[in-house]
């Protein structure tokens, strides 16, 4: 096969496989990020402690992450046709990987944010703040970096899903490898794919590797908010100063 055989192909696959990845990306962090800040804030101690409500998403978190890829595929494929109409092709690929994302990304975000140090949410309280505002002004801005450390690794999760969406009609860069590598023999084929697979995760990583490392660097991690903090109760402090 010569390159300008191959080139519409690989340009096709790259789009399937950008598509699928953009959009399960998209909706695995839409719900993924509130999914896991809600198990750090159920669980004990936290500030909406329901340990039931807590095991339960836990749960669910833990079947989702613990099924193996291309059974998730094969088991939701009815709901996949409800939703899209189809089993096949790039949209109904985005159902399971969107899926199987989420669960994923959720666990990763309640890793990041039980890193923030607890003496800020409780400084928030001290304050008057309640849990919407600590949640915003706390807990998601302290643990940015690791959050889009975080999405970088989902969406290379994602591209090795869907990789194997393409063994089973989803397309994208997989569909071609397994269709023109490996039951054509197109050996040279196969491996440029694995190549543009390889150089796009690189990027991705390194992408997200900087902007985690940028935001340390300007502070959004860090002995800032303490300081803002401190700066609020100086004036109270020099009342006190003044009535002793």
Not at 162 to 180: E, I
């Amino acid at each position: 096969m010569t390159w300008s055989e191959m080139q519409p192909l690989l340009s096709q696959a790259c789009s399937e496989t950008f598509s699928m990845v953009l959009w399960s990306t998209l909706i695995a962090v839409a719900v993924g990020l509130p999914l896991g800040i809600l198990l750090v804030l159920t669980d004990r101690g936290g500030l909406l402690q329901n340990v039931v409500a807590n095991k339960v998403i836990g749960q669910i978190v833990n079947v989702g992450r613990s099924m193996p890829f291309i059974i998730l595929m094969v088991a939701l494929m009815s709901f996949t046709r409800w939703v899209t109409g189809t089993t096949i092709g790039t949209t109904a690929a985005i159902v399971p990987l969107a899926i199987g994302g989420i669960p994923f990304f959720a666990r990763l975000v309640e890793t990041a944010v039980r890193e923030v140090d607890g003496g800020l949410v409780e400084a928030v309280q001290s304050m008057g703040g309640n849990t919407w505002t600590i949640v915003r002004k706390v807990l998601v801005p302290e643990s940015l970096p690791s959050l889009i450390a975080s999405t970088t690794t989902t969406i290379i999760a994602l591209i090795g899903y869907s990789a194997m969406a393409g063994t089973v009609g989803g397309g994208g860069l997989g569909d071609l490898a397994v269709r023109y590598g490996y039951q054509r023999f197109e050996t040279e084929l196969m491996w440029i794919t694995v190549g543009i697979l390889a150089v796009v995760i690189s990027l991705i990583q390194f992408a997200g590797d900087f902007a985690a490392r940028s935001l340390h660097g300007r502070g959004r991690s860090g002995p800032a908010p303490k300081l803002r903090l401190l700066k609020a109760t100086e004036p109270a402090a020099a009342d006190v100063s003044k009535v002793a």
